[in-house]
Nanobody, 115 residues
Framework: QVHLVESGGGLVQAGGCLRP?????????????IGWYRQGSGNQPELVAI???????NYGDSVKGRFTISREKVKNLVYLQMNSLKPEDTDVYYC?????????WGPGTQVTVSS
């Protein structure tokens, strides 16, 4: 019964930055991690970044050193700070919450990086 909504995507020039957010609302089924994914070039979602509520984080190889995921301590919010954006970062970015009962996906937010 939890719902995820992404916001903060948009259009930016190469080298610029964006900070989309993922907000969770409704009944929490025991979420223990929230990640950001994008479609990428394959037929399965590509991991961008994930934060486990233990504090551990992991990043996809293509964004290491440029993106940072963080979580509000008192709000149901997760941020993705994206710096030094490249045209190849252009994609729809999806938020996914992971619980013992399965995963919940947001509808996505468009990120477009111009050359």
């Amino acid at each position: 019964q939890v719902h995820l909504v992404e916001s903060g995507g948009g259009l930016v020039q190469a080298g610029g930055c964006l900070r989309p957010s993922c907000e969770a609302s409704g009944r929490n089924p025991g979420i223990y991690a929230i990640g950001w994914y994008r479609q990428g070039s394959g037929n399965q979602p590509e991991l961008v970044a994930i934060i486990h509520f233990s504090g551990n984080t992991n990043y996809g190889d293509s964004v290491k050193g440029r993106f940072t995921i963080s979580r509000e301590k008192v709000k149901n919010l997760v941020y993705l700070q994206m710096n030094s954006l490249k045209p190849e970062d252009t994609d729809v970015y999806y938020c996914k919450a992971v619980s013992p009962y399965g995963s919940i996906w947001g509808p996505g937010t468009q990120v477009t990086v111009s050359s």
